[in-house]
């Protein structure tokens, strides 16, 4: 029963008990009685003006219990003159206002983390109770298209693990899984955070300076050497047999200079200098270079161009590095009669050729891997730092035997 009924069943009981009396009250005396009366009216009209004054605060307390049901922190109650709902008014709205400017800050908090979330670098996937993909951010949407399993690692990894991942053996991430709470339960959240930078920054300071002591050390050995036999052959007559063995190792020591050329020359690589050039008529001019060695092993090139021919910012001197380096590896692959395509896209171009292909795609690019027997392991890693340096994709993969592709990605 509500505490307003109580009062009017208190006041209509009370008075209707007050009334009887006064009835017996008449008969003995009329002048009591008539007095009896008029005090009934008064404690009517007294009950009256109590229970509006009591109705009001309820009716207020009643519309602000529906706003905060409503979460609606906007409505403020008025004062009614009474000094103990005045004080009660009174906490009430800065109870409203406190929650009013909590909740102003938890909207600016939650699009600042909104904003924060879609402008990283980092990719970020957030999960749900079931550990399902609820929202992305945009790097991690690229990152999916990139990576198909990129799901499965992260539906493998528990809270507060991480791993990497190597994409064509080139690009590396990072994955780190942890978990915060919400409304009381554990739910997920995945940050994938590109490491390729400073890898290969790390990498060459490394090998760089393994080079650099090495071509020191080949150097300082090589120019007495062949100083010494050089004197040799001019001041003794020696024998054919001597002679020659004196000049193959003087051959040698000119090739084992010019291996170690090679590694510093990777080491110094210039920053890339772009220039507008024709995609076509880089891609014819590296064909031509191949042609009469392709012809020899009856290795046919073909050339797939779109009508429009497109132009590049790039190095054209280190453009044509990559190109050579691809086209001398297809070459190697086929062996014998085969097709190499170099084809133009409207994003990029795609060597393609029916060689054996290549068995672990994720390694080509490490420094000195090579499956050759007289390889040194560089030619690729050329490659891939020079495309780096332009801030180009690419890839190598052979999807089905006799088709390798190695596709290089121009930016929009």
Do not use: C
């Not at 009334?19 to 008064?42: A, G, Q």
């Not at 991480?162 to 409304?183: A, E, Y």
């Amino acid at each position: 029963m509500k505490l307003r009924t109580k009062f009017l069943l208190f006041v209509i009981v009370l008075h209707a008990v007050a009334l009887t009396l006064s009835w017996f009250v008449f008969k003995e005396n009329r002048w009591l009685f008539l007095v009896s009366e008029l005090l009934i009216l008064t404690s009517l009209w007294f009950s009256r003006s109590l229970y509006l004054q009591l109705l009001r605060p309820l009716k207020m307390l009643t519309q602000g219990a529906e706003a905060l049901r409503d979460k609606d922190f906007s409505v403020r109650l008025l004062k009614t003159g009474q000094q103990e709902m005045d004080a009660l008014i009174e906490v009430y709205n800065q109870m409203l206002d406190q929650l009013r400017h909590e909740r102003t800050m938890q909207e600016q908090q939650h699009f600042f983390l909104e904003k924060l979330i879609y402008t990283s670098p980092t990719g970020i996937i957030i999960l749900d109770y079931d550990g399902q993909v609820q929202q992305t951010n945009p790097k991690a949407q690229e990152l999916l298209q990139q990576l198909p399993r990129l799901l499965e690692d992260v539906q493998v990894l528990g809270s507060g693990e991480s791993r990497t991942l190597t994409l064509n053996g080139v690009k590396t991430f990072k994955l780190q899984k942890s978990h915060f709470i919400d409304r009381g339960f554990a739910r997920h959240f995945v940050m994938i955070e590109e490491l390729t930078t400073e890898i290969l920054a790390a990498e060459k300071k490394v090998y760089g300076k393994v080079i650099r002591m090495m071509a020191h050390e080949v150097n300082n050995t090589i120019g007495p050497v062949n100083s010494i036999i050089g004197s040799t052959l001019k001041a003794h007559a020696l024998d054919e047999a001597h002679r020659g063995a004196l000049e193959v190792a003087a051959e040698r020591n000119q090739h084992l200079n010019g291996f170690m050329r090679n590694f510093a020359d990777l080491v110094k690589l210039p920053p890339p200098d772009k220039k507008p050039i024709s995609l076509q008529s880089l891609l014819r001019h590296a064909a031509r270079l191949y042609e009469a060695r392709a012809a020899e092993k009856n290795i046919r090139l073909h050339l797939d161009f779109l009508e429009q021919d497109m132009t590049i910012r790039a190095d054209q001197l280190q453009l044509e590095q990559v190109l050579i380096n691809v086209l001398k590896n297809s070459l190697e692959a086929i062996g014998q009669d085969g097709d190499i395509r170099l084809i133009q896209q409207k994003d990029g171009i795609v060597i393609a050729d029916t060689g054996h292909g290549v068995e672990t795609p994720a390694d080509v690019f490490t420094p000195f891997f090579t499956t050759k027997p007289d390889g040194q392991g560089i030619g690729l890693m050329l490659v891939r730092d020079i495309l780096l340096a332009h801030g180009w994709q690419f890839s190598l993969e052979t999807p089905q035997a006799g088709n390798t592709r190695f596709t290089i990605r121009f930016p929009r």
